[in-house]
């Protein structure tokens, strides 16, 4: 069965500080897909990074980095220097390559604090 | 103008009465999807769609039924609405044999259930 858990409930930084935002992932599939979203207050769901099970690069985007390790099914996101419109929900999801489903993690707050 | 629209944005509906949830595409995608979210549970998928002849029920599919009328159409029913069915409900499509398995997601229906 495929899972993905956010460990973090909720967490609460000031701004400037780096947050790590941690995923762990189970499935047996060989091929297969990692995403982040982001969730503003507005509601909406924005589309951050997609990484493919044979991709273990790093990648970073401005403040955005992910780190991707197979040996520990684990996809982490780290924002640095967070600013308060960094305040989202992220989601971390899974999908395999043959159904396209999406199976999402239960979320993260991060609250940014002036 | 948007490519995955949610009609309605939100709704308040009481308990028994039979709601529809609709969501257009103009992305010219397959398959369609029909997630809902709450709170410390991430999203849940509840119905998907891979063509117009093709419906498969996703993890959490009591209680709710669809109906695919177009490629570009994939609709979501209460028959028989209970509060605990109140949540944001999220449309989402992907194109048929994108192995990035990319999907784009409508604005969400916020649903409350008295």
């Known amino acids: 069965a495929q899972k993905v858990t956010q460990a973090q409930t909720e967490i609460s930084v000031v701004e400037k500080e780096d947050v790590t935002l941690d995923c762990v992932y189970e499935?047996?599939?060989?091929?297969?897909?990692l995403f982040w979203y982001k969730q503003p207050p507005s509601g909406e769901l924005v589309f951050l990074i997609r990484?493919?099970?044979?991709?273990?690069q790093n990648e970073i985007s401005g403040r955005y980095s992910w780190n991707f390790q197979k040996s520990t099914s684990s996809f982490n996101f780290t924002i640095t220097a967070s600013q308060v419109v960094d305040s989202a929900v992220y989601f971390c999801?899974?999908?395999?390559?043959?159904?396209?489903?999406?199976?999402f993690g239960q979320g993260t707050t991060l609250q940014v604090k002036p | 103008d948007a490519d995955v629209t949610q009609t309605p944005r939100n709704r308040i509906t009481k308990t028994g009465k039979r709601i529809m949830l609709e969501c257009s595409q103009t992305?010219?995608?397959?398959?369609m999807y029909w997630y809902r979210q709450d709170p410390g549970l991430g999203l849940r998928l509840i119905y998907y769609?891979?063509?117009?002849?093709?419906?498969n029920k996703g993890e959490i599919s009591d209680g709710y039924s669809v109906s695919r009328q177009a490629q570009a159409k994939f609709s979501l029913s209460l028959e028989s609405a209970i509060p605990n069915q109140t949540a944001l409900y999220f449309c989402?499509?992907?194109?048929?044999?994108?192995?990035?398995?990319?999907?784009?997601f409508g604005p969400g229906t916020r649903l409350t259930v008295l």
């Open positions: 989402a499509t992907s194109e048929q044999g994108d192995l990035r398995n990319e999907q784009f």
């Open positions: 499935t047996r599939d060989t091929t297969y897909y």
């Open positions: 990484r493919n099970s044979f991709d273990e």
């Open positions: 999801a899974l999908s395999s390559s043959n159904t396209g489903k999406l199976i």
């Open positions: 992305k010219g995608h397959d398959r």
């Open positions: 769609s891979f063509d117009v002849k093709d419906i």
